[in-house]
Structures are given as C-alpha cells and as structure tokens.
C-alpha cells in the first residue's frame, strides 16, 4: 500500500481561487492523499465551495475555525490533524503541477533526503506568466535560510515518519521559515527539485513583495523566534534585504 500524503491548506476569504488548488490536487498522479482544509473564519462562500467539493471525496477535510488566528494558527491546525507518512502544504491560490507529489517522493526515496522542495512558476492573479520561474538551489542549509528563505511553502515536502512533527511558531509573518529551521537544526540541509513543479500566484497586495513592510517582522523573527544577537541579525537581515530583492526584480 502507497504511503499516505497530508496535505494542509488555510483559508480566508479563498472562494475566487480555491477551486483551482483544490483541481490541481484531484490531478495529481499519487492518488493516497488527504486534504486538510482549515477556514480561519471566511466571510465569502470559501466554505460552502468546498463542502460542495468535499461531498464527491472523502479525502477532503474541513476544519472550521471559531476565531480568526491567522496563517500559523491554522497550519498548525491542519499539522496536528495530519495523519500521513508525508506532510505538504499548498495555499488556497496556489497549483500544482500533476506530478508534485511524485516527484516529491521518489526524490526522497532517491537521496535519502527526508526534506524536499521544488523549484515553481511565478505567475499574476490571472495565471499570466510574466514573471521569470524561482529555480531553487539544489540544496540548503539552516544558515542558508537565514539568509533568503527559497523554500516556497506551497512546495515542502516533508517525511514526518522519520522526522517527526513539528510547528509552525505562532507569529504574524515568517511562520513557514519557522518551521524549516525547527526542522534543519536537526538535519544537515534540505534537498532542492529543480524543475518547476508548482504555480504560485503573485497577488497584486502581496506583502511578501513588499520588503520595507517586512523588515520589522523579519527583525522581529531574527531576534525572538531565533534569539539571534544583535549582531547576528543585522548581518542576516542585510543578506534578506539584497537576496529579496534580487528574487523579485524580474
């Protein structure tokens, strides 16, 4: 029997997109999945769409949430229900390509690399491919991410049979590098697929663009979630500046 693969997705007010991400799971070549929808309280139709979704497979998970928490509160949600061999992630605007999670785990299987993440396309709200593909390092390292966090959340992969459950820190922004660094203290680096295997879709508003809105957050991470010092993190808040930027100039 295939190994069960957990897959966790927040909502909030994700009714234009979440048809699509949810597709692009249905089209997967790897069929033994579980889909673990968690809704931090939507406003829109997010949760009619997808009970209506939910009722042709039984894969699909609905966690409603009492409270809106934020991102980090309802991954960790969606972490602690998980009951798969892997565990992945994919936001509510997000695709993937077909063979993600084949990929994903034939690459584990082929390196012995329990930490996997793919290289994706980068497109606008309309699926327009006017920006140039993220192509991911091949590997990286706890210092690494530090640095630039190029481990897409919408793209790790992770063996939680071997390396155990972790969570998401419980802040505003950074969460997802939270968790990859809670994960490479313990082994040496995480392994790159190099070939697009995703589409994230860049929004207009998104904060992830815009780095002088982050600076305080990545700071703030630096310095209570990592407890760097000082100057520790005005180096790595220096590299985070000039490696953002270089990410997003094309």
């Known amino acids: 029997m295939t190994a069960l693969v957990s897959i966790i997705t927040p909502t909030y007010n994700s009714e234009k997109y979440i048809r699509e991400t949810i597709a692009s799971v249905h089209s997967q070549t790897y069929s033994n999945w579980e889909l673990i929808l968690v809704d931090d309280c939507s406003t829109d139709q997010t949760i009619s769409v997808i009970k209506q979704i939910q009722k042709t497979d039984d894969r699909i998970h609905l966690i409603k949430s009492t409270v809106n928490s934020g991102p980090a509160v309802s991954r960790n949600k969606g972490i602690a229900k998980a009951t798969g061999t892997y565990m992945t992630f994919l936001d509510a605007d ?148 000039v490696r953002g930027f270089l990410k997003y100039k094309n």
């Open 94 to 241: 997000d695709i993937w390509f077909s063979d993600f999670i084949e990929t994903s785990i034939k690459t584990i299987k082929k390196t012995g690399v329990h930490f996997v993440f793919s290289s994706y396309r980068r497109s606008n709200e309309a699926l327009e491919f006017v920006y140039s593909d993220f192509i991911v390092p091949q590997k990286v390292t706890y210092t690494d991410i530090l640095k630039t966090n190029s481990i897409s959340c919408l793209t790790a992969f992770l063996d939680i049979e071997t390396l155990g459950k972790k969570f998401m820190p419980e802040v505003y922004k950074r969460q997802d590098m939270g968790l990859w660094l809670r994960y490479l203290k313990e082994i040496p680096f995480a392994y790159g697929i190099q070939e697009p295997k995703a589409i994230y879709r860049i929004r207009e508003n998104s904060l992830s663009r815009k780095k002088s809105a982050l600076i305080k957050y990545q700071w703030q991470f630096y310095r209570k979630v990592e407890n760097l010092s000082v100057l520790d993190s005005s180096y790595y808040m220096i590299q985070w500046a």
